[in-house]
């Protein structure tokens, strides 16, 4: 039985440290953990969820839009962040699971729950070559485990070559292309990975 983001099974206790207990809006009780992920190099900063009354979201936005940026000009059609906004990503903190990395954020992942994968969307990371992108990645596939999914999946556009080389090398592989509305060509690339 896969349980709700609210009822995540607990994760391994030498890995998690009980932060805080924050209070949603549902006046829900959650425990906030603090992870750290170990690269071969060096220990990735915390990783935090952000509910959606947390300040650090602006933070993590701004993140997303600068990590975003580069695409800007490579794809098309544009990026889906080109219409988000700071109150939009709040909403999704309140659907999904919305993760930061460092205080300051450097990097963020958007953890949804769809009917047979955890959808892993908006990773985004200022500095690449620290393994913040890995951290979040093995953070999501924790978190798939955690909530009884067998498979992580992710979308990458078809011009993001050298992205799609990065996935594979993290273990995803190819499973179908497809068209936004209005194109008649493939625009994205849907990966998945199977965890656990």
Not at 64 to 75: K, L, N, P, S, V
Not at 123 to 129: E, G, I, K, S, T
Not at 159 to 185: N, S, W
Request: a positive charge; hydrophobic letters at 40%.
């Amino acid at each position: 039985m896969r349980a709700t983001i609210a009822q995540s099974a607990e994760l391994k206790r030498g890995d998690l440290r009980k932060n805080r207990a924050v209070i949603s809006d549902a006046q829900h009780v959650h425990n906030l953990y603090t992870l750290r992920m170990y690269t071969r190099t060096a220990p990735n900063p915390p990783f935090r969820q952000l509910f959606q009354d947390d300040p650090a979201l602006a933070e993590a936005f701004d993140v997303m839009c600068t990590a975003f940026a580069g695409m800007e000009g490579r794809i098309d059609p544009p990026s889906s962040l080109k219409s988000m906004t700071l109150e939009s990503l709040r909403r999704t903190a309140g659907e999904a699971e919305v993760w930061a990395a460092g205080d300051p954020v450097i990097g963020t992942v958007v953890l949804t729950p769809k009917e047979k994968v955890l959808y892993v969307g908006k990773l985004a990371v200022l500095d690449q070559r620290r393994g913040v992108g890995r951290g979040l990645m093995a953070l999501a596939e924790e978190r798939a485990v955690a909530l009884g999914y067998e498979w992580l999946e992710l979308e990458s556009r078809v011009e993001l070559v050298e992205v799609h080389a990065v996935f594979k090398r993290l273990g995803f592989r190819e499973v179908m292309r497809t068209t936004h509305e209005g194109y008649q060509r493939p625009t994205s690339v849907v990966f998945r990975k199977r965890v656990g």
